[in-house]
């Protein structure tokens, strides 16, 4: 039998100082060992703790030149979790909070959300403390040529499929991508999010934010219920708070705020398709929101998160831990019944804990936000037979996939006819992992 305070003890011992990794694997860990201990071969076989240590971490410098002549040092990683069931799979992030402990809990947290897309995906997870921002085109260039000189020998379509993430866009993605055809000297589905001229699959940029607005209105639907006419909050502004908020728009929902560093925009009649256009050319512009707080319609809300804003449902789609206790209570006092996660881990455990002991509609990021993954993984399928689904070809796909991973949630985490998504993703997660390294034995 596994005892979760031993177990965590055991997991901070190996792992010192790393308190994201922490979380991350005492939130699925709080979760799957009681379904463990059930089932004697996974215990014995010690899945979990080895699901904790990834398969291998590298850390490798970047050196690269400015624009002034001056050398700049980074330093790179690639944390290859586990490739249990298909080849690691994961985003590179370029940001100057990557750190190691970062890095190791989105690549935990990759390994059972891709094992929920159903497709044949390991875990993995990269990136450099780089950050893009006030940078030039050619400084840009520069970096990803330098950091795809060293990890090009540890990826490879059947190896390890890296693809973008925070500060890692389509434009990022050409350039790694094409430091790595001219390092091996093959055009491969090595690297997912390419362009569609050479390789690319068409809504891969709106998927995380299209598969979370799908998976919530799965949720709905078990309830009979819709989005319409439902005030929903979005944080964050990058692509995936973008694209679930045109999404909710689309589905009927008044989208209320959308955020950033700077603050919140607050819309009290509802986010517009212009509006929702304005911001989206004004973030690829590289500005803030507080270039917006003048405008009609709108109140800018300065340092400020969109939660205390009365609501039916939360999308948080901006970072980990952007919603504390605090927040979740008064997200609950003021009628929010839906959280669906954009961003991975944005609620902090006891957050998490708040909306599951409430018993409201909460769906955790490795389920809501898999919808990215899922067309990374359809851009590798075109990329191996050598086709190119259209657009209606591919979001038909990803509402099937985020449809089946609701029915895996249901399936793991319903008990007395109520289903709680945390526990039936992680367990759903965990299964097909689970059981493929059962099949291999002890390597």
């Not at 379904?35 to 240590?53: G, K, V």
């Not at 925070?166 to 055809?181: H, P, S, T």
């Not at 390789?199 to 219920?225: N, P, Q, V, W």
């Not at 399928?381 to 259209?390: C, E, M, V």
């Amino acid at each position: 039998m596994i005892e979760i305070g031993s177990f965590m003890q055991w997991v901070v011992d190996r792992n010192p100082y790393e308190p994201e990794f922490h979380q991350a694997v005492h939130d699925v860990a709080g979760k799957v060992i009681p379904f463990i201990n059930s089932r004697p071969q996974y215990a014995e076989s010690r899945i979990l703790e080895r699901l904790t240590e990834p398969d291998r971490i590298l850390s490798f410098r970047v050196t690269w030149e400015d624009d002034a002549g001056r050398v700049r040092i980074n330093r790179g990683y690639r944390v290859q979790q586990s490739n249990a069931i298909g080849p690691y799979k994961g985003g590179l992030r370029f940001d100057h909070s990557v750190t190691l402990s970062v890095l190791k809990f989105l690549a935990f947290e990759q390994v059972f959300k891709n094992s929920l897309t159903t497709l044949p995906m390991g875990g993995a997870k990269g990136g450099s403390d780089f950050h893009p921002k006030g940078k030039s085109e050619h400084e840009l260039m520069r970096f990803c040529q330098a950091f795809m000189t060293e990890l090009h020998r540890h990826i490879g379509a059947a190896v390890d499929v890296p693809a973008g993430d925070i500060g890692v866009g389509a434009r990022e993605i050409g350039y790694l991508f094409g430091q790595y055809k001219r390092l091996e000297n093959q055009f491969t589905g090595a690297i997912t999010g390419k362009g569609a001229a050479f390789g690319g699959s068409l809504i891969r940029t709106e998927a995380t934010g299209y598969g979370c607005a799908y998976f919530a209105r799965e949720m709905l639907k078990a309830r009979t219920e819709d989005f319409e006419g439902r005030r929903c909050l979005v944080s964050g502004a990058g692509n995936v708070a973008e694209y679930a908020a045109e999404k909710l728009i689309q589905l009927g929902a008044i989208v209320l705020t959308m955020s950033d560093r700077t603050g919140t925009l607050y819309f009290p009649d509802g986010l517009s398709t212009e509006q929702l256009a304005e911001i989206i050319d004004l973030k690829r512009r590289a500005s803030s929101l507080d270039a917006l707080a003048s405008g009609a319609g709108v109140k800018f809300l300065p340092r400020s998160r969109p939660w205390a804003i009365p609501c039916d449902a939360a999308f948080p789609c901006a970072t980990q831990n952007e919603i504390d206790a605090a927040d979740a209570r008064t997200l609950l006092d003021n009628g929010c019944f839906l959280v669906a996660e954009g961003a991975n881990m944005p609620a902090t455990s006891e957050a998490a804990q708040i909306f599951e002991d409430a018993g409201i509609l909460y769906a955790p990021g490795k389920a809501a936000n898999a919808g990215g993954v899922a067309i990374s993984g359809l851009e590798m399928t075109q990329n191996a037979i050598h086709l190119f689904w259209t657009r209606e070809e591919v979001d038909k796909r990803l509402v099937e996939i985020m449809g089946h991973i609701h029915e895996q949630c249901v399936e793991y985490g319903t008990k007395n006819g109520c289903t709680n998504y945390v526990t039936g993703a992680n367990i759903g997660g965990f299964v097909k992992v689970a059981d493929a390294m059962l099949a291999y034995g002890i390597v």
